[in-house]
């Protein structure tokens, strides 16, 4: 097996792989809809639950072939019953996003905001809670991959149960690395794709969720025909396939990723994860670098960090300089503020990152950029 050239991705996913699980890409051609094909997805969908401690007997995987937005999407137009209204608990891009779903397909909803760089107010959204007793489902995100906030799941989760909603959490950018247990932190459905923590490629999402709110679900209004988790799920049960073409190269490089991931264990996977995240946070630090998020509600995942007011940072020029030494870094997203994001995601590990900080050094040296950076006020 040759190596191919390894490029240290610190952007927000893909994240870098491993060698093994590139070339588990290469197989022998075959039409997905042989046995041998469907039996492999028995076992992956197996998988997906079991990384967030989900009793296979309530919950299950729906697999469906898109980027982690189709999840999103999925959850929001199935869940919702006629007449009922969704609430959307809104801190960042990525619950921005859920509202957007939302506003497509015409759900009545509730765009409930709290700022980008705080935990949302529980009394509030208690409040909202009670007082729209027709809400049915409850919408969050649990690492804010826009800012790197961590949301209070566990929390939220109760609330929504409290007052009858299913609750459904976006967390396709800490799924299989922070860990997760899907009845603990009182998630309904979560969800992810293959190209973040699981350390594979694109194309390949899926919602982990209860079997009976889907069985419950088949009675609500089909509002997609392609992205409908309740037809999705009837299929896989009846036939062990998806319903139209699986990606089949993702799917492979998949099973081999689930095989590294079970090998190298959930606690020591979040511990790398972590000593990537705190080697990135000392990394900004000696370079005098601020962060958007206060430590004690970071995610571990994601570092924002604010440009500096000097008239030689050029982030892109910062990053075109990495780039061409294997690093990417990634702009943020947040509309009121310049920021960069660091990632912890992938295949890496902190001797990565010491790497990264010498190169990044480098470049802001050559663009003649002050160290420790300097900020107005
Ligand atoms: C990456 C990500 C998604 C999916 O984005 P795609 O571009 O569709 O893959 C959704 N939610 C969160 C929180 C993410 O980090």
Known sequence: MEAIKRNVLLNPGPSTTTDTVKYAQVV?????????????MKGLREDLVRIVHGDPEKFTSVLFCGSGTINIDVCLNSLLPAGKKVLVVNNGAYSTRAVEICRAYGLPHIDLRFPVDQQPDLELVEKTLRENPDIALMHTTHNETGTGLLNPI?????????????????????????????EKDNIDFCMASAQKGLMAFTGLSFVVGRRAIIAQSAGY????????????????????????????????????????YWAEGEEAKWAR???????INEGLAELGFRQVIRPELRSGLVASALYPDDPHWSFERIHDYCYERGFTIYPGKISSANTFRLCALGAIDEADIRDFFRVFRQGMTELGVQIPVIYKE
């Open 154 to 182: 566990r929390a939220l989760g109760a609330l929504a149960h409290r007052y009858g909603a299913v609750f459904t959490v976006d967390t396709t950018s800490s799924y299989a690395m922070r860990p997760i247990d899907v």
């Open 273 to 279: 994860h972590s000593r990537v995240f705190r080697a």
């Open 28 to 40: 022998p051609d075959i039409c997905p809809r042989e046995k041998d094909f469907s039996g492999l």
């Open 221 to 260: 209004p089909v509002r997609s025909y392609y992205c409908n988790l309740w037809l999705q799920y009837d299929y896989f049960e009846r036939t062990g396939e998806m319903h139209f073409t699986p990606p089949v190269q993702t799917i492979y490089a998949t099973l081999q990723a689930l095989r590294e």
